[in-house]
């Protein structure tokens, strides 16, 4: 027969050959050593850390993103014996790695760029490592990144008084507090992080600016108004 089988092979172990035919005169000839063959049935670890980003300078992983485009990175698997051949990035359209997935294989390096993502929809991912040998290991699930492009509805309602439990519009305040009250807007996807108010040292919004970010309340008093100022806010 043109082959022969060795059922015996040692995991870790690297085997070459060679073969030497032989006449019926007994006379004989031997091939030059065949390549190299290592025995490798050890799957490689994981790849680790994987970290998905709204940016692509990727830091810290992100819940939520404004464009349909992520970046993602990892950890590089190991594998002692045959060394990694590829990775296969597995993404899912939900927030913890199931439903139908989206397989993208042949990926060496480890770091990846994914777009035309869905409005709306969350986002996990899996990498799988595969040795020489075709021996495979598949990552925990990834953080889930909620895209979102769609902008809130405005805050709405806004008062501008000079008594903090006035609901009418002052045109003019005998003190330096002003108040601030409005209705927030709302975002169904993502949900409302912050307001940021903006205080113009001017009438209908002109002037110099500054900007004081609001979390949670629909109130924001400014104490430090200054004597003969119009301000106007957005």
Known sequence: DPYHSISSAVDGATYSFTVTAFDNAGN?????????????QTPPTAASSIVIAADSVIGAAASYDDDTEVYFK??????????????????YPTADCTSTA???TGQTGTSYTLGSLVNGTSYTFKVTAFDQAGNSTESDCSNAILIDTTAPSAPSSLVTSSDS????????????TVYIQWTNGADA????????????????CT????????????????TTATHGTTYSFE
């Open 28 to 40: 004989q000839t031997e091939t030059a050593c065949f390549s190299d063959l290592t025995i490798d």
């Open 74 to 91: 990892w950890s590089s698997a190991v594998d002692n014996e045959s060394s990694i051949r590829d990775y296969t990035i597995t993404h």
């Open 102 to 104: 989206t397989e993208i």
């Open 165 to 176: 439990s006035s609901g009418a519009n002052a045109d003019y305040d005998d003190d330096t």
């Open 189 to 204: 996807e993502s949900g409302i992080e912050n307001h940021t108010v903006t205080i113009y040292e001017g009438a209908g």
């Open 207 to 222: 002037g110099s600016s500054s900007d004081v970010d609001v979390s949670g309340a629909e109130f924001y008093a400014l």
